[in-house]
């Protein structure tokens, strides 16, 4: 069985700050895995996914993930954060053949600070 | 953005009445998915559909049933609506059987069960 874990449910960077926000699957194979932003009141946004093409993936709003095999891990990074990347933000993963299934981590609130 | 539409975007609804929540797309997509979210669990699913009339159950199915008798609708009906359903519930759908493949969710239907 797959599982994602996101590291924070919340997290707070200042306006021009680093963002990295952590992810950690837990699979036996390695799945394809996504970011989705979700704004307040809106539905989920695809920023970027890994499809084993490259593992640093680049995403929309500057946003950029690498998937380290060895550390089971996909975390998104993003060098300056705005006031309008505060969202919360959700890792998730599927298996090949696992058609129907998606599984989410619970998803990191990203709060920024002017 | 893709063509999916959740309707009621709100309800408020008392216990033990029955709730059926509508998911419409226009993109002809073949699976659709209703996931409920809440604080610390992330998204959750609750059941999917990979053709018209051929659904099955997600991990939090208990007290959900669901149908799918046109490519473009997919309803969520709450049997005898309990306090633990008040929740937010997302519909997604999803072009292909590729695990690649990401999903395109609505704007989201905000249930409280009084």
């Known amino acids: 069985a797959q599982s994602v874990t996101q590291l924070g449910s919340h997290v707070s960077v200042s306006e021009g700050a680093l963002v990295l926000l952590r992810c950690n699957y837990s699979s036996s194979v390695p799945p394809y895995l996504f970011w989705y932003v979700q704004y307040p009141n809106q539905g989920l946004q695809l920023l970027l996914k890994?499809?084993?093409?490259?593992?640093l993936v680049k995403g929309i709003n500057g946003f950029e993930a690498e998937f380290k095999k060895s550390e089971t891990s996909f975390h998104l990074t993003k060098p300056s954060a705005h006031m309008s990347d505060a969202a919360e933000y959700f890792c998730a993963a599927s298996l090949s053949g696992g058609y129907q299934k998606v599984t989410f981590g619970i998803g990191t609130k990203l709060q920024v600070i002017p | 953005d893709a063509g999916i539409t959740q309707s009621p975007r709100h309800k408020v609804t008392e216990t033990g009445t029955p709730v059926t929540l509508r998911c419409h797309q226009t993109e002809n997509h073949r699976y659709m998915y209703w996931y409920r979210q809440d604080p610390g669990h992330g998204l959750r699913l609750i059941h999917y559909?990979?053709?018209?009339?051929?659904?099955d159950k997600g991990e939090v199915s208990d007290g959900y049933s669901v149908s799918r008798s046109k490519t473009e609708d997919f309803l969520l009906t709450l049997e005898s609506a309990t306090s633990s359903q008040t929740s937010v519930y997302f519909c997604a759908i999803r072009e292909d059987a590729g695990a690649l493949e990401e999903q395109y969710f609505g704007p989201g239907t905000r249930l409280t069960v009084t």
């Open positions: 559909s990979y053709g018209v009339k051929d659904t």
């Open positions: 890994y499809t084993s093409a490259a593992t």
